[in-house]
T-cell receptor, first 113, second 115 residues
Framework: NAGVTQTPKFQVLKTGQSMTLQCAQDMNHNSMYWYRQDPGMGLRLIYYSASEGTTDKGEVPNGYNVSRLNKREFSLRLESAAPSQTSVYFC????????????FGDGTRLSIL | GENVEQHPSTLSVQEGDSAVIKCTYSDSASNYFPWYKQELGKRPQLIIDIRSNVGEKKDQRIAVTLNKTAKHFSLHITETQPEDSAVYFCAASTGWGGSQGNLIFGKGTKLSVKP
């Protein structure tokens, strides 16, 4: 049981390049989330998908797009990467019913030069 | 919207001592409060959570207390060990669907346990 799997684990991009971060979960969860983690800032929600077929903006959505491909997969796309998007990106999933915890992937460490 | 404040930002204790981390929240409708532990370079992992229908929950050396009137909750770690060294995050949620079901995280507490 892998839980939440993120690819790639590390990536270096040049300013202006595009990239898609992949996330898949095998827990049959309804809800999925993308966070970014910066030093001293905690975890900030970029986008979420409450259920298959829906996506919504979180706290810091600018510069990102998402796709809920199916129940298992939720991808995050940077169309034109900027140095301010250098961060660690975490995907998470939850059952989607009230008061249930979120389970995180191992993260993607993204550097934009 | 919900705002979660976490204190202290860093905490250093001697092995065997207790550690307490406190969080306050702003939305009185919040009713789910998980705590996550994140070791260096690793994913955040749930260590304990509490729902608003209880005031305290324990799991071995870890306990969480909730004061809904004052809108604060705390993590207590007793008999600390070096492997407890990590960053701890609190979070709050109203538990309902849509955006209100999302977790709002505190900014984290870096706990260092000195042997």
């Amino acid at each position: 049981n892998a839980g939440v799997t993120q690819t790639p684990k590390f990536q270096v991009l040049k300013t202006g390049q595009s990239m898609t971060l992949q996330c898949a979960q095998d827990m049959n969860h309804n809800s999925m989330y993308w966070y970014r983690q910066d030093p001293g800032m905690g975890l900030r929600l970029i986008y979420y998908s409450a259920s298959e077929g829906t996506t919504d903006k979180g706290e810091v959505p600018n510069g990102y797009n998402v796709s809920r491909l199916n129940k298992r997969e939720f991808s995050l796309r940077l169309e034109s990467a900027a140095p301010s998007q250098t961060s660690v990106y975490f995907c998470a999933s939850s059952d989607g019913v009230p008061n249930q915890p979120q389970h995180f992937g191992d993260g993607t460490r993204l550097s934009i030069l | 919207g919900e705002n979660v404040e976490q204190h202290p930002s860093t905490l250093s204790v001697q092995e065997g001592d207790s550690a307490v981390i406190k969080c306050t929240y702003s939305d009185s409708a919040s009713n789910y409060f998980p705590w996550y532990k994140q070791e260096l370079g690793k994913r955040p992992q749930l260590i304990i959570d509490i729902r608003s229908n209880v005031g305290e929950k324990k799991d071995q050396r870890i306990a969480v207390t909730l004061n809904k009137t004052a809108k604060h909750f705390s993590l207590h770690i007793t008999e600390t060990q070096p492997e407890d060294s990590a960053v701890y995050f609190c979070a709050a949620s109203t538990g309902w669907g849509g955006s209100q079901g999302n977790l709002i995280f505190g900014k984290g507490t870096k706990l260092s346990v000195k042997p």
